[in-house]
């Protein structure tokens, strides 16, 4: 059993890009496709804010986790291994998509602005063909990402309710879910 747990302020941040990503993935298949018009604008808007959140709560939880060891695994060393190259893909996903975003939208000639107040540099000068590749770029990390959260979700209920080892409530609020497992 996995008694030792990740500190608050993982748990908060894990939990919130985690509804983050669960916003930003579904909004951005969803307006791709629309037409252009002042809801796709206001659409792209808040994608791209959730996207810049994102990117800044994962530099917090990147610095959080240097300095912040997590719990020991007490598994199989073949998943430790498979548990630290996910998270680390992760992380890096959770950096380069928005990034990526954000290079698509100024080689596009769309400046990104922050909750429609902070306007944020562009990063590179506007570029049609560019701005179409890092669309691309940004589509398929996208899916590796999806791919990545889906395998980490199946992992941890697998860990949950195979293995029972209680290794889920490391990360979630509150108390262990050992007590109430049917």
Do not use: C
């Given at each position: 059993?996995?008694?030792?747990?990740y500190?608050?302020?993982?748990i908060?941040?894990?939990?919130?890009?985690?509804?983050?990503f669960?916003?930003v993935?579904?909004?951005g298949?969803?307006?791709a496709?629309l037409?252009?018009s002042?809801?796709?604008?206001?659409?792209?808007s808040?994608?791209?804010?959730?996207?810049?959140?994102i990117?800044?709560l994962?530099?917090?939880?990147?610095?959080?986790r240097?300095?912040?060891r997590?719990p020991?695994?007490?598994?199989?060393?073949?998943?430790?291994?498979?548990s630290a190259t996910?998270?680390a893909?992760?992380?890096?996903?959770?950096l380069a998509?928005?990034?990526?975003?954000w290079?698509?939208s100024?080689?596009?000639g769309f400046?990104?602005?922050?909750?429609?107040?902070?306007?944020?540099?562009?990063?590179?000068?506007?570029?049609?063909e560019?701005?179409?590749?890092?669309g691309?770029?940004?589509?398929?990390?996208?899916?590796?990402?999806?791919?990545?959260?889906?395998?980490h979700?199946a992992?941890?209920?697998?860990?949950?309710?195979?293995?029972?080892?209680?290794?889920?409530?490391?990360?979630?609020?509150?108390k262990?879910?050992?007590?109430n497992?049917p």
């Amino acid at each position: 059993m996995n008694t030792q747990r990740y500190t608050r302020t993982a748990i908060v941040l894990h939990w919130l890009m985690a509804l983050l990503f669960f916003a930003v993935l579904p909004l951005g298949l969803y307006m791709a496709d629309l037409k252009l018009s002042p809801t796709k604008l206001q659409l792209y808007s808040y994608h791209k804010w959730m996207g810049i959140t994102i990117l800044l709560l994962a530099v917090l939880r990147i610095l959080w986790r240097i300095t912040h060891r997590p719990p020991a695994l007490t598994m199989p060393r073949w998943q430790q291994i498979a548990s630290a190259t996910v998270h680390a893909a992760l992380y890096v996903l959770f950096l380069a998509i928005p990034v990526s975003g954000w290079l698509m939208s100024s080689a596009k000639g769309f400046q990104t602005v922050l909750f429609g107040v902070l306007p944020l540099p562009d990063l590179i000068n506007k570029n049609k063909e560019l701005g179409h590749t890092l669309g691309s770029v940004h589509e398929i990390l996208s899916y590796t990402l999806s791919l990545l959260v889906v395998l980490h979700i199946a992992a941890a209920l697998k860990h949950q309710f195979i293995d029972k080892d209680d290794l889920l409530s490391r990360m979630l609020p509150g108390k262990s879910l050992k007590g109430n497992l049917p």
